[in-house]
């Protein structure tokens, strides 16, 4: 089922308004939501919103968010999310370090105590709107053990980079640590699919095709050892220097088994510091088209930019409409059929 932009924004919307989250922030939450759909990413799209219902049902998270400064001096915020949504905690702390970068050059911003943010892409790219480059990562519950070992000990602890790039879309870099983001594991369980070996290992520290054993398992981390140096910093930064959760005390957004304690970094450089942004926007251009002038592999006929590939998605999207799952289809339908309203995703289906 392809449903509209505008449409999957309103449930959204009107969703999260009947647990007693503000107009403002719930257009926030939403806008982040399905911006992840429209750049080809469900697993951090509205299938989050019954997870969302579950944990506010079970007093696990705090709506609407209440977020708290700790401290704000010179170039550096630290923030505490209050246990409210992660996408309003990350989104302010880009805001402040963009204004940060303005004042000193560079921003950097510590949240501790929020949830799961959704999809990373989203705040370095506001960074990268405002002509700045922008960095954003967080933790998460454990799913990847270190190198070596079988025992789930560090999250996916993804992690995203975004520029402006001249006369075109932003450059955009959004990636987990792992070889794959565990929210492919779950859809395709959802799905009742398999997946490729080489993701996961079961419990027992063997390779698995079946997702269920990859959620009882550990994910494989990126480039084997590098990915596990990788969230190893990450944990260490989002999570015990942010004053976070960090490694196993990191619970899982998708179950109320408590606070997950999640902790992020958002960082914001501005250009202008180094050069005018017109002459790197000049030299950006000029290098992304020698990029794409370079010599191609073997059947290949044309080299991608980081972000390339979801930006022209995203363009298509917002015509053709955005193609939801079954299950998840039915699960927001179910939710909003339980919450009183009315509204019903097929309401919003592209008529082809």
């Known amino acids: 089922m392809n449903i509209t932009p505008d449409y999957l924004t309103k449930v959204s919307i009107e969703l999260l308004q009947t647990a007693g989250v503000g107009l403002k922030?719930?257009?926030?939450?939403?806008?982040?939501?399905?911006?992840?759909?429209?750049?080809?990413?469900?697993?951090?799209?509205?299938?989050?919103?019954?997870?969302?219902?579950?944990?506010?049902a079970a007093g696990q998270m705090e709506v609407p968010t209440k977020l708290k400064v700790i401290s704000d001096e010179q170039a550096a915020t630290h923030i505490d999310g209050g246990n409210g949504f992660g996408q309003t905690a990350a989104a302010e702390g880009m805001q402040r370090s963009i204004e940060k970068a303005r004042s000193f050059g560079i921003g950097f911003s510590l949240i501790r105590n929020t949830n799961n943010v959704g999809l990373l892409a989203y705040y370095s790219m506001m960074a990268a709107k405002a002509?700045?480059?922008?960095?954003?990562?967080?933790?998460g519950a454990a799913s990847m053990a270190p190198w070596g070992g079988a025992e789930p000990f560090f999250g996916t602890n993804p992690f995203s980079l975004a520029a402006p790039a001249g006369s075109g879309n932003p450059v955009v870099l959004d990636m987990s640590t792992t070889v794959v983001a565990r929210g492919k594991i779950r859809r395709a369980e959802r799905l009742k699919e398999q997946i490729p070996l080489g993701w996961a290992l079961d419990a027992g520290g063997a390779p698995t095709k079946?997702?269920?054993?990859?959620?009882?398992?550990?994910?494989?981390?990126?480039?084997?050892?590098?990915?596990?140096?990788?969230?190893?910093?990450i944990d260490l930064i989002?999570?015990?220097?942010?004053?976070?959760?960090?490694?196993?005390?990191?619970?899982?957004?998708?179950?109320?088994?408590?606070?997950t304690g999640v902790g992020v970094m958002t960082i914001a450089i501005d250009i202008s510091r180094f050069m005018p942004l017109g002459n790197?926007?000049?030299?950006?251009?000029?290098?992304?088209?020698?990029?794409?002038?370079?010599?191609?592999?073997?059947?290949?006929?044309?080299?991608?930019?980081?972000?390339?590939?979801?930006?022209?998605?995203?363009?298509?999207?917002?015509?053709?409409?955005?193609?939801?799952?079954?299950?998840?289809?039915?699960?927001?339908?179910?939710?909003?059929?339980?919450?009183?309203?009315?509204?019903?995703?097929?309401?919003?289906?592209?008529?082809?």
């Open 131 to 139: 002509g700045t480059i922008g960095i954003c990562a967080c933790n």
């Open 210 to 233: 079946d997702p269920i054993a990859a959620m009882q398992g550990t994910l494989m981390p990126l480039g084997e050892y590098k990915g596990y140096g990788m969230a190893f910093f």
């Open 280 to 352: 790197f926007s000049k030299l950006i251009d000029e290098h992304i088209r020698t990029i794409r002038g370079s010599v191609k592999a073997k059947g290949q006929n044309r080299i991608y930019l980081p972000g390339e590939i979801e930006a022209e998605l995203e363009s298509l999207n917002i015509t053709r409409g955005v193609a939801v799952d079954a299950p998840v289809v039915k699960a927001i339908d179910d939710l909003l059929e339980k919450r009183g309203l009315s509204m019903r995703l097929k309401d919003g289906e592209v008529r082809v």
């Open 238 to 259: 989002c999570g015990l220097l942010s004053g976070s959760s960090y490694s196993r005390a990191v619970r899982t957004f998708h179950q109320p088994e408590g606070p």
């Open 25 to 56: 922030e719930a257009g926030l939450v939403a806008e982040t939501l399905v911006t992840a759909e429209l750049r080809g990413v469900p697993t951090h799209g509205i299938n989050l919103l019954p997870a969302v219902f579950d944990r506010i």
